[in-house]
């Protein structure tokens, strides 16, 4: 199936921990994208990688640190979790030129819940 | 300030009956894009329709049609024929431009109940 995936789909830890969540594309774009969403559905861009390049990152504690091996993953890691981080996170991509019309396609997304 | 309004929390319709769900943007580029999101209560994100500011005629998907006026900054969501499946958030989004590429910003969403 052609789509974006993201693993693993839950993720429950203690605060204080390291933990990652990975995503993959298969779509061909060449853009990909962080988003968190909060408890009240506030949906914000973290990052974006064009073609393994970072291109946008939000005002993010440095404790988050996007990865992008190629253009078709990109995975983000979490250093000491903090109970504010809970939410759920959902990764994106698109296709940067304007002809495509930079339609974003989600990933199912991670709930991530920091006991 | 806010890019993207969207003034209803939470909307009723019965179903079977057509609903619109406004969106009010802020920009001061000439080239922008605007989307509609769906997102179900099993949580993920679905694209539904996109609307260029250079597009002429109103954008329609199906069900969906976006009303689009310019001039007033408005890109409102009509859902006709509501169906119970159409219960979810909807989120409306602008893209905008910046140097290296394009962000796309998203409005606080609408929570939409089709009532049978």
């Known amino acids: 199936d052609t789509a974006v995936s993201q693993t693993p789909k839950y993720l429950v830890t203690q605060m204080g921990n390291d933990k990652s969540i990975k995503c993959e594309q298969n779509?061909?774009?060449?853009?990909m994208y962080w988003y968190k969403q909060d408890s009240k559905k506030f949906l914000k861009i973290m990052f974006s990688?064009?073609?393994?390049?970072?291109?946008i990152n939000e005002t993010v504690p440095n404790r988050f640190s996007p990865k992008s091996p190629d253009k078709a993953h990109l995975n983000l890691h979490i250093n000491s979790l903090e109970l504010g981080d809970s939410a759920v996170y959902f990764c994106?991509?698109?296709?940067?030129?304007?002809?495509?019309?930079?339609?974003?396609?989600f990933g199912p997304g991670t709930r991530l819940l920091v006991l | 300030a806010q890019k993207i309004t969207q003034t209803q929390p939470g909307m009723f319709v019965q179903e079977k009956e057509a609903v619109t769900l406004d969106c009010t943007y802020d920009?001061?580029?000439?080239?922008?894009?605007l989307f509609w999101y769906k997102q179900p209560s099993s949580g993920e994100m679905i694209f539904l329709i996109y609307?260029?500011?250079?597009?002429?005629q109103n954008a329609t998907e199906g069900r969906y049609s976006l009303n689009f006026q310019k001039a007033r900054k408005s890109a409102n969501l009509v859902i006709s024929a509501s169906q119970l499946g159409d219960s979810a958030m909807y989120f409306c989004?602008?893209?905008?431009?910046?140097?290296?590429?394009?962000?796309?910003?998203f409005g606080a969403g609408t929570r939409l109940f089709v009532k049978a």
């Open positions: 994106a991509s698109s296709q940067l030129r304007l002809a495509e019309r930079g339609t974003q396609y």
């Open positions: 779509l061909g774009h060449d853009t």
């Open positions: 990688y064009n073609n393994k390049e970072l291109i």
């Open positions: 920009t001061s580029d000439q080239s922008y894009g």
């Open positions: 609307q260029g500011s250079y597009d002429e």
């Open positions: 989004a602008m893209r905008e431009e910046f140097t290296g590429g394009f962000k796309t910003i």
